[in-house]
């Protein structure tokens, strides 16, 4: 995950952390993408058309059509960019929560696809396509006008920045596609990182579209940018709704900290493994949860004599591998009733700003924007303290497959014990069960999981671990037997 090519560009204090001012001056870009494709005549109004494959896939009806368009045939990217084609389209009207996560859950499913078992394919590529085509059902919005090219990526910048303040949703969209297109997807996100890690909108789910964007692993071009359509409108509509800790802080700069790498580990992970507790609210969505996180004062009083230092790279990496590392180990030790929806978004949003982070893009600022997420959830989610010396229990005589159609207990022990020469066939049953289900946190978990193994190696079978055990829960709740006739649970449009 290392980069250390490129250049950081940090909002320049509070004022900034809060509604992304500065951006203006974050003019070096991570890197040109390859010559992005560009949205054709053909897509029509509101891209329609864009993905002829999929295009017009009764829902209710899917296993069947399927066979008789014959999109067994299509290769995994094109039916990516199919798929990617319909989800990029933001709704006219209303939001649910299948929509917001679509774009993040096919970027997601194609990343697992090539690590699935081939008697898994099938039924993952499925899962993809029941998506867009639930998606499809929905009235989306028209393409924006196009901006006219800029003479380079500093103007473009300033636009992005004045867009933004001036609330301009469609106007940031049509940024975003531009953007893209001139100067690459990574130019793109490097623009966009310090608007999207502190935002409150869009269930602060932004920077995860951004990172998930990055680790294709191939060039992306505005096609591909394409998926940002709403998470842009998302963040410029409400561009003063940011997060309020670390309040008159610089977020760049500071007196360097002289604390060793390995001691801010202990310290962070110290802090976080049982908070002071807030209280919840009646409705715990994400947005509601950060409030409530930031209303107990926990982020300033635990992490303010942190954030406010200069911090290396080995100190910034440290401290985000303290927060994943209690990520995980909520998935394991807390409350299960908070296994599918709160711990899986209690890894994945730190994990994507970890991931921005160490591309060099605004580091400080994604690892403020951290602290405030992993101290809301391990404030107001939190029902004990973690013991950072457990381990769960070993299982003797199971296979893998036997222990993840065992119990999430069972599944965590089994691969939190096993040998690293089995860690392959692991990561190949995770992203095989992951994906032939349809929950969309499910296939961001693994993912994000499975990313932990390059950043984090030493405590690979600890992510390892809390994705099997979230993978058993859904194993018992969906057996592979009744996929087919789930296809549309959860995937409700507005």
Known sequence: MENPGRTECHPAGRREFLRGAGLAACTTALGVAAPARRVTADSGEGGKGAARGLEG????????????????????GELFREAAAIVSRPPASGMSSFVLHAPLEVMARYGLLRLVSPPGRELARLQMIASAAAYSKMTPLPLPPR???????????????????????????????QIAEQFGTASLVSLLTPLALPTLTGASHAH???????????????????????????????????????????IAGGEPLSTPPGEIARQVAAQLANPPKGRPGSQMSIRPLIEAGEATGNADSLFGDLIKHDLDRAQVDAAFRAVLRICARSMLQDDVKQDKFGWTHCLTLPQSACGLASLNTDRKLALAATLVWITAYRSVLSRRSLDLDWAP???EGASIREALHTSPQVAAGRVWHASESEWPEIRVALATEASIRNDQHLVK??????????????????YLAAAAHLCALWIAECPRETLRDRLLVGRTTP
């Open 57 to 76: 896939l009764d829902p209710k009806n899917l296993v069947d059509e399927v066979k008789a368009r014959n999109l067994d045939a299509v290769s995994d």
């Open 393 to 395: 229990e070993k299982v």
């Open 147 to 177: 901006v006219k090219p800029f003479p380079d990526l500093r103007a473009a910048s300033v636009e992005l920045a004045r867009t933004f303040t001036q609330a301009d949703a469609g106007g940031m969209e049509a940024l975003v596609l």
């Open 445 to 462: 978990y693994t993912r994000a999981t499975l990313d932990m193994g390059s950043f984090d190696p030493g405590y690979t079978r600890l």
């Open 208 to 250: 995860i579209g951004l990172w998930l964007l990055l680790r294709h692993g191939e060039a992306a071009g505005i096609a591909d940018a394409a998926l940002l359509r709403t998470a842009a409108r998302s963040i410029a509509s409400r561009p003063n709704d940011r997060m309020k800790s670390f309040s008159g802080m610089a």
